[in-house]
C-alpha cells in the first residue's frame, strides 16, 4: 500500500519568514495531493491541494510542487504569521477503487512574533 | 450554514463499556469515513461508507463497529473490545467516494477512559 512520509516532525520560524514541509509517497499511481491544517483540539482543514497533472500551485502565501518522478510534494508558506501556528498534514491518493487516503505523521509549526 | 458535526465534544468510557460517537453531515455527501488520531501518528482509517447500507472495514477496525441507515449519519461504536480507545477520533465526508476527492472534516471527539 502507499506509504507517505512527512518532514520535519516540528518546525520554528521567525514572524515574516519562510517555512517549508517535505513529505515523500510510495505508490507511483497516486495522483491527488491535498494538505491540511489541524489547530489545536480541532479537525483537519483543507489547505491546497495539488494534482498529478500539474507541478505547482499559489494561494496567496501558500503554494504547494509536486515532483512525480522523485515522488516528493512540499508545501511552501511565505510571510508567515503566527496564525500559521499547527499542525500541516499531507496525504496522498487516488490509487485503488476507492478514495483511499494516506496521511504523513504531521508537523506542528510555531511561528514566532 | 453546510458541514460536518460531532458530538460530544469529550466523551468518557468506563471499563467494559460501549460508547457510541455521532457524525452528522448536510453536505449531501455519499461517503463519510471514521478516522483515530494519536499524538505524533497520522490519522488512520477506522471505517468509510460510500452509500447507505453500506460500509467497509479500514486499517484498524478491530474493536469498532458503524452503521449507516441514512445518508446525513454514521455513527461510531467503540466497544470493549477496543483495548486502547483513548484518541482524537475525526469524522469525515466527500462527494461520491471517488479516487482523488476532497474529504472534509469534523472537529472531532476526544474519547478518554477513565
Known amino acids: 500500500g502507499e506509504n507517505v512520509e512527512q518532514h520535519p516532525s516540528t518546525l520554528s520560524v521567525q514572524e515574516g519568514d519562510s517555512a517549508v514541509i517535505k513529505c515523500t509517497y510510495s505508490?507511483?499511481?497516486?495522483?491527488?495531493f491535498p494538505w491540511y491544517k489541524q489547530e489545536l483540539g480541532k479537525g483537519p482543514q483543507l489547505i491546497i491541494d495539488?494534482?498529478?497533472?500539474?507541478g505547482e500551485k499559489k494561494d496567496q502565501r501558500i503554494a504547494v510542487t509536486l515532483n512525480k518522478t522523485a515522488k516528493h510534494f512540499s508545501l511552501h508558506i511565505t510571510e508567515t504569521q503566527p496564525e500559521d501556528s499547527a499542525v500541516y498534514f499531507c496525504?496522498?491518493?487516488?490509487?485503488?477503487?476507492?478514495?483511499?487516503?494516506?496521511f504523513g505523521t504531521g508537523t506542528k509549526l510555531q511561528v514566532i512574533p | 450554514d453546510g458541514g460536518i458535526t460531532q458530538s460530544p465534544k469529550y466523551l468518557f468510557r468506563k471499563e467494559g463499556q460501549n460508547v457510541t460517537l455521532s457524525c452528522e453531515q448536510n453536505?449531501?455527501?455519499?461517503?463519510m469515513y471514521w478516522y483515530r488520531q494519536d499524538p505524533g501518528q497520522g490519522l488512520r482509517l477506522i471505517y468509510y461508507?460510500?452509500?447507505?447500507?453500506?460500509?467497509q472495514k479500514g486499517d484498524i477496525a478491530e474493536g469498532y463497529s458503524v452503521s449507516r441507515e441514512k445518508k446525513e449519519s454514521f455513527p461510531l461504536t467503540v466497544t470493549s473490545a477496543q483495548k486502547n480507545p483513548t484518541a482524537f477520533y475525526l469524522c469525515?465526508?466527500?462527494?461520491?467516494?471517488?479516487?482523488?476527492?476532497?474529504?472534509?472534516f469534523g472537529p472531532g471527539t476526544r474519547l478518554l477512559v477513565l
Open positions: 469525515a465526508s466527500s462527494i461520491l467516494g471517488a479516487a482523488g476527492e476532497t474529504q472534509y
Open positions: 505508490d507511483s499511481a497516486s495522483n491527488y
Open positions: 495539488i494534482r498529478s497533472n500539474v
Open positions: 496525504a496522498a491518493s487516488g490509487s485503488g477503487g476507492y478514495q483511499k487516503v494516506t
Open positions: 453536505l449531501n455527501h455519499d461517503a
Open positions: 461508507s460510500q452509500i447507505v447500507n453500506d460500509f
